[in-house]
T-cell receptor, first 114, second 112 residues
Framework: KAGVTQTPRYLIKTRGQQVTLSCSPISGHRSVSWYQQTPGQGLQFLFEYFSETQRNKGNFPGRFSGRQFSNSRSEMNVSTLELGDSALYLC?????????????FGPGTRLTVL | QKEVEQNSGPLSVPEGAIASLNCTYSDRGSQSFFWYRQYSGKSPELIMSIYSNGDKEDGRFTAQLNKASQYVSLLIRDSQPSDSATYLCAVRARGNNRKLIWGLGTSLAVNP
């Protein structure tokens, strides 16, 4: 069974631009969570989607948004990029037929904002 | 008080020794507990989940849960240099939103 895929793997943007990241969960998983990881800050929860509905949201500004499609694929968007948005963005899927609670991560998208 | 706390380390152990990683949490009603391993530059990888008090073993890894004392630990027997990584503890909160709360991780170094 294929794992979680994220595209693109690397991105370089400049301040003020916007970016869209994509995540395809494991087949059969209906929940997708997004995290931001920076050195020293650990995993910061952005949001979680389940069956196309946002189920949870972290404490990030409105510049960060997301959505989930009917095939469970998810995208997150960051508008008006700031230098501090440089980070590894991780997507995790869960909700499969095994342990419903376990999250499995994709390889991440490393975003650099110049 | 942070919701999930881990010693940042680094925890240094010799090859072949037992590495003991600890995690405490503040929400007494938490139900699900997870250990992840993260190599530098890579994404977290699930090692083990545990839901009931007691021990759960998987190969060289043993997770221990004590809900009364609100801690969960991970033991790595016969530690190998390839176990050198950051270990993240995650706890599923109670309530309707049931977010997964993460510790900052413990850095483990296994010395040959």
């Amino acid at each position: 069974k294929a794992g979680v895929t994220q595209t693109p793997r690397y991105l370089i943007k400049t301040r003020g631009q916007q970016v869209t990241l994509s995540c395809s969960p494991i087949s059969g998983h209906r929940s997708v969570s997004w995290y931001q990881q920076t050195p020293g800050q650990g995993l910061q929860f952005l949001f979680e989607y389940f069956s196309e509905t946002q189920r949870n949201k972290g404490n990030f500004p409105g510049r960060f948004s997301g959505r989930q499609f009917s095939n469970s694929r998810s995208e997150m968007n960051v508008s008006t990029l700031e230098l501090g948005d440089s980070a590894l963005y991780l997507c995790a899927s869960s909700g499969g037929t095994g342990n419903y609670d376990e999250q499995f991560f994709g390889p991440g998208t490393r975003l650099t904002v110049l | 008080q942070k919701e999930v706390e881990q010693n940042s380390g680094p925890l240094s152990v010799p090859e072949g020794a037992i590495a003991s990683l600890n995690c405490t949490y503040s929400d007494r009603g938490s139900q699900s507990f997870f250990w992840y391993r993260q190599y530098s530059g890579k994404s977290p990888e699930l090692i083990m989940s545990i839901y009931s008090n007691g021990d759960k073993e998987d190969g060289r890894f043993t997770a221990q849960l004590n809900k009364a004392s609100q801690y969960v630990s991970l033991l790595i027997r016969d530690s190998q240099p390839s176990d050198s990584a950051t270990y993240l503890c995650a706890v599923r909160a109670r309530g309707n939103n049931r977010k997964l709360i993460w510790g900052l991780g413990t850095s483990l170094a296994v010395n040959p």
